[in-house]
T-cell receptor
Framework: LAKTTQPISMDSYEGQEVNITCSHNNIATNDYITWYQQFPSQGPRFIIQGYKTKVTNEVASLFIPADRKSSTLSLPRVSLSDTAVYYCLVGANYGGSQGNLIFGKGTKLSVKP | DSGVTQTPKHLITATGQRVTLRCSPRSGDLSVYWYQQSLDQGLQFLIQYYNGEERAKGNILERFSAQQFPDLHSELNLSSLELGDSALYFC?????????????FGQGTRLTVV
């Protein structure tokens, strides 16, 4: 079971690009990397998922090096509303993949004006 | 709005009691996941169902059980409640059968055991 390690907290200012790195040294061949965002007292919200190289959608980019032992979530030009906890998850995304899915403590991002 | 509905939003009960939390997944989603979030333990995966069948189990206590019904809604039953069971319980749903897929979370049920 792949364990993830993220910084506990990060600070940024509005308009800056924020990069949050997650380490997952024991990632398995079939594992995907997923990032979620959570605001206080709300359910997590899916941001992005990837397997290797780079994935980009309308809100973020995910960079995964060739060895896949880490990944970086990139949030372009953050705003105050991006203040939240960001979770990195690693696990298989196919059916019948027994096991656990660990969210960890996440990274608390604080965006300042 | 994620499309996932959880009821009730808040629940206060006494130790030793039993409660049932209900989840209606997004229309068309076959997978339902249950999570527990407490201040000291963070967000923990409990169990996953896909089209009525249990697919994966996480850190779910024996006092807890769940099921998914033919109409795809799911219920999480918590019995012999203890103070430590106080937490936010989330349900999520996904169109796919997988542990780590794009899942949509409900607003949660806040359980307080007194």
């Amino acid at each position: 079971l792949a364990k993830t390690t993220q910084p506990i907290s990060m600070d940024s200012y509005e308009g800056q690009e924020v990069n949050i790195t997650c380490s997952h040294n024991n990632i398995a061949t079939n594992d995907y990397i997923t990032w979620y965002q959570q605001f206080p007292s709300q359910g997590p919200r899916f941001i992005i998922q990837g397997y290797k190289t780079k994935v980009t959608n309308e809100v973020a980019s995910l960079f995964i090096p060739a060895d896949r032992k880490s990944s970086t979530l990139s949030l372009p030009r953050v705003s105050l509303s991006d203040t939240a906890v960001y979770y990195c998850l690693v696990g298989a995304n196919y059916g019948g993949s027994q096991g656990n899915l660990i969210f960890g403590k996440g990274t608390k991002l604080s965006v300042k004006p | 709005d994620s499309g996932v509905t959880q009821t009730p939003k808040h629940l206060i009960t006494a130790t030793g009691q039993r409660v049932t939390l209900r989840c209606s997944p997004r229309s068309g989603d076959l997978s339902v996941y249950w999570y527990q979030q407490s201040l000291d333990q963070g967000l923990q995966f409990l169990i996953q169902y896909y089209n009525g069948e249990e697919r994966a189990k996480g850190n779910i206590l024996e006092r807890f059980s769940a099921q998914q019904f033919p109409d795809l809604h799911s219920e999480l039953n918590l019995s012999s409640l203890e103070l430590g069971d106080s937490a936010l319980y989330f349900c999520a749903s996904s169109a796919r059968d997988g542990l780590n897929t794009e899942a949509f979370f409900g607003q949660g049920t806040r359980l307080t055991v007194v």
